[in-house]
């Protein structure tokens, strides 16, 4: 046998100048493309792809600009992944960052209509890792096209980035100015600078319940101390950090009280906090948040105790709390009804008549009805609302991930992407609905700064995933009796913070989630309604048939209130009628902290299969002149009404109350209305009169007792059938 001969091992110094010079030769022979000038336009937008791996790596993992994730395909040769820009691209540049399971053969193509396909790159000798590719291609659409594999495995990309401009022209820009009702605090503020302008926003929004004011109170990363916050409406507060650790206010207080009201929280509507620490001044027992309907807490961090009640306790009638940390007791005191997810308490003081718990550590056991405490242990599905923060020094939206069977709070580091401001057409008041949807069209999401929005044609949110997000309680108005604003039957669309006002003209409806007879899954990535409430009359005379049409399966509805106007201007039975506040008729259906008050026909309206609502709060009409006027042949409509055809429907937590407060001698039949089937099941009922003006004479179909009286008592029932 012949022994090879052991070569001389070399001088370290002769070793790295062999590789320098073996680099250098690369780099001659192979010409490294430089960083693209153009702007990213594939970050957020709409991915698809011949195959994944599991539902653990879907393509929309490749374009949310998050290197924790990923997607990945089946274990077979061709796959490919594919994004859809939104609009035509002039391509300059593509990234692809590959996870350890590489393609060695792919193309780079582009196509005008994802159908018709250009080759501009293409190899048979990838090397994996991070390979920067400059190209030349024009197409709405942009495919990695894997044709060869490295491993076993499937093709798997951390991110798939593409560079271009918009063909045609310059396009619509996206970011820009928040506008002037956007206030930004700094920590290197003095106290008196940031606590005058608080003061001033404060006194034009304190008792303006019907007014035109609108604010967004901005709070960059730090702490500040000394604060006092007091939120009026139309007034948003939020902290601009990752994490609700990263904004400190200490020794502060943020506020909701009812002395404008005297001492009455029932209409503390339109206003909210989110995102940031607050500890309050040493000898505070607790801060006070005594808000009524949509007025949500979110993603706070509350060093003490959290009283939800007014001082002097006066009356307060319901709200919602999510993604929160509870450093201490939760304290409801008067607060009727009350709905708290996947949050964090030390412990609930009491209820009133119904308070409902899932995935919240700390809540209490069920209770219902003595005390009338329901709790689910984990929330079936959830995704927190997107929210506005500081990456380093420049704005961007972190849109978190989806959840299944949740529990506790999401941060720090919630899961999820970001999307740079500059993939938003930031829209100020006086923009046309033309503009704002040629800046869909373009693949932009959507950012309403303050203020109030007339549209005389419908907004269309035809891309999935696309966000639409409002800030300081944008409001759209529509006129002309046109749908403000509709979502194709695409996955993952969110839609947050915003007020939809009827217009004088009656709208069919004011937000529609797919169109009729919308068929697709969307059960991995659904579309999400968030924060987004409703209101016809009460800022003057409106009208609209429904308030939101939902015809998309596995649609989320996550903190919704419909409210027909029992005050303010232009309201009356026939002043502003609005027939009902929610008509489902996409297959399950999920709506955690539904609140539908004082529509003329059924209020909701449930035709889908397989529908689940966790918490319903609920008012009947007040002013329904007489019996027949309301209804004839039954007395009245139930508030929350499953069709005759559905087989399965449940909900949990469910209250509806009548004040008759026109004609006393109104009767509503019943609260609940759903056919007798095996798979149709409620928990936790409850139906009540105040002050006995009027009465309800069962809970549910003909089963429950009569709600009527002035002490009101509350009628419940655990469960049925």
Known sequence: MEVAPVPRPRRRGALIGLVLTLIAALTAATPQPALAADPLVS????????????????????????????????????????????????????????????????????????????????????????????????GRYVRMNGTARATPYGYSLWEFQVFGTTTGGPGIPGGGSLGPNVLVFDPSMSTASIQSQLNTVFSQSETQQFGGQRYELLFKPGTYNDLTANI???????????????VNLNSSNVTVDAGWFGGNATQNFWRSTENFSVTPPAGTAYERWAVAQAAPMRRMNINTHLSLTPTGFGWA?????????????????????????????QMNLNAVWNNVFTGVVGAPATSFP?????TLATTPI?????????????????????????????WPNTPGSSIPLTQFYVAHPGDSAATINAALAQGLNLLFTPGIYHVNQTINVNRANTVVMGLGYATIVPDGGVTPMTVADVDGVKIS????????????????IGPAG?????????TSVQDVFFRIGGAGPGAATNSLLVNSNNTLLDHIWAWRADHGAGVGWTTNPAASGLIVNGNNVLALGLFVEHYQNYQVQWNGNGGRTIFFQNEMPYDPPTQA??????NGYAAYKVANSVTTHEAWGMGSYCYFNVNPSIVAARGFEAPNASGVRFHSLLTVSLGGVGSITNVINTTGAVAQGTDTVPSYLVAYP
């Open 43 to 138: 970050q957020g937008k709409a991915a698809t792809a011949s195959s994944t791996e599991n539902g653990t790596f879907p393509a929309s993992a490749a374009v949310d600009g998050n290197t924790a994730s990923r997607w990945s395909s089946a274990f077979s040769d061709p796959q490919w992944i594919q994004i859809d820009l939104g609009a035509s691209y002039a391509i300059s540049q593509v990234v692809l960052n590959w996870e350890a399971a590489y393609a060695t053969g792919y193309q780079i193509q582009t196509s005008a209509d994802g159908s018709a396909w250009t080759t501009i790159a293409s190899t048979t000798t990838g090397t994996g890792g991070i390979q920067t590719l400059a190209v030349s291609g024009t």
């Open 232 to 246: 009026g409406f139309y007034t948003s507060i939020a902290g601009l950090g990752r994490n609700p650790t990263d």
């Open 317 to 345: 009638s319901g709200g919602y709390i999510a993604d929160t940390k509870v450093n201490g007791q939760l304290q409801p005191f008067s607060q009727q009804q009350w709905y708290t997810r996947n949050s964090n308490i």
């Open 370 to 374: 003595n005390p009338p405490i329901t």
């Open 382 to 410: 959830s995704r927190e609302k997107p929210y506005l923060y500081l990456d380093g020094s420049n704005y961007a939206v972190w849109v978190p991930s989806l959840q299944t069977n949740s529990s506790n709070v999401t």
């Open 497 to 512: 913070s915003l007020l939809f006002d009827a217009g004088t003209t009656n709208s069919a409806n004011l937000l529609q």
């Open 518 to 526: 919308s068929s697709a899954g969307h059960a991995g990535n659904p």
């Open 629 to 634: 006027a309301w209804r004839t042949g039954t």
